[in-house]
């Protein structure tokens, strides 16, 4: 056997290990608690590739709509899309609602391991409220329902992610389209949530997509996919609990050393793999949400002032610290 084969072995078997439980519905097991962290090394202030502007200072009403796509043939990912909507602010997303107007950047979002898009609604919903396009792939292999989780089907799902923002941005262009002329189609961010982490993280390394320029990554690690970061800087914001019972907060913690571009990591002393996440209660999910859209609003709209709150949500309730290098 190859030295070369050996270690791609090694590195799935490592990914099935970490990842086999993604389900937010898991317990946490003993042996879980992180290593102290250790000091990041300081990287040099940038601004964001995208002009300088400003992000909607109100807040959307919500539509929804599902895109039936499949990847050559063999690999279906119905997407959902969460998009800003015209009418009053509040209230559950509208099935086919007329798009708000404006053009609004995109997020691609991938599910961990077990999961759906509507799992994560609550987080999802307030980006688009704020003024994003959200489109989330339901993975063929690693999505709940979908017959069988095979997490070593992680590392095919950032190809399926670059397939899938290839047709939610032609929407742009499609005649009769409710997104038609809505879609900012150069400013693009990808986000995703443990094995959808491990999906986001690739988009940046061995599968980099030089249409994104930023990227959101939930409790992920590098397993599969490496850090060697490539292409263009793309700011990162990492999010992990420190009590992390699936994904160890220092295997996170790792990944965000390896990111040579503007970044910032935030840490949940109490955080467990993601749970707060999927809820729509809790100071956890306001202070992840909150600084999270401060972030896309920098990167995608280029608004400076967005970039300058980010601190003050990362600290609200004192739930959470922020290691700040953007």
């Not at 997020?107 to 003024?131: C, K, N, Q, V």
């Not at 986001?200 to 030089?210: N, Q, S, W």
């Not at 571009?261 to 935030?266: E, G, Q, S, T, V």
């Amino acid at each position: 056997m190859s030295r070369r084969v050996a270690s791609v072995l090694v590195a799935t078997s490592l990914l099935a290990s970490a990842l086999v439980g993604c389900s937010t519905d898991r317990e946490p097991t003993e042996g879980a608690g992180a290593p102290t962290p250790q000091p990041t090394a300081s990287a040099a202030p940038s601004a964001p590739a995208v002009p300088a502007g400003r992000a909607p200072a109100d807040t959307f009403a919500l539509g929804v709509r599902q895109l039936k796509l499949n990847r050559d043939g063999d690999r279906p990912l119905p997407v959902t899309v969460w998009y800003p909507a015209a009418g009053r602010a509040g209230g559950r997303p509208a099935n086919g609602a007329e798009a708000a107007d404006g053009k609004f950047p995109v997020i691609m979002f991938s599910h961990g391991l077990g999961g759906r898009p509507d799992d994560y609604e609550s987080l999802l919903t307030r980006w688009a409220s704020a003024g994003f396009v959200v489109a989330a792939p339901t993975f063929p292999k690693t999505s709940r329902g979908g017959g069988e989780n095979n997490v070593l089907d992680v590392l095919n799902q950032p190809a399926d992610v670059s397939y899938a923002l290839t047709r939610v941005l032609a929407l742009d262009a499609r005649d009769g389209d409710p997104l038609r002329g809505r879609l900012a189609t150069d400013r693009v961010a990808a986000a995703g949530h443990s094995a959808g982490a491990v999906t986001t993280i690739g988009l940046f390394t061995a599968g980099r997509d030089e249409r994104l320029a930023a990227g959101v990554v939930f409790a992920g690690t590098a397993l599969g996919v490496g850090t060697a970061f490539a292409g263009a800087a793309a700011p990162q914001m990492f999010v992990h609990g420190e009590a992390d019972e699936v994904v160890r907060y220092a295997a996170g913690k790792a990944v965000y050393d390896k990111v040579p571009w503007p970044k910032a990591m935030l840490s949940l002393p109490n955080g467990d793999h993601g749970r707060a996440l999927l809820r729509g209660e809790g100071a956890a999910l306001r202070v992840v949400a909150d600084t999270t859209t401060e972030f896309l609003r920098w990167t995608l709209y280029g608004d400076a002032e967005a970039r300058k709150r980010i601190p003050t949500a990362a600290s609200r309730d004192g739930i959470a610290t922020l290691d700040d290098h953007l």
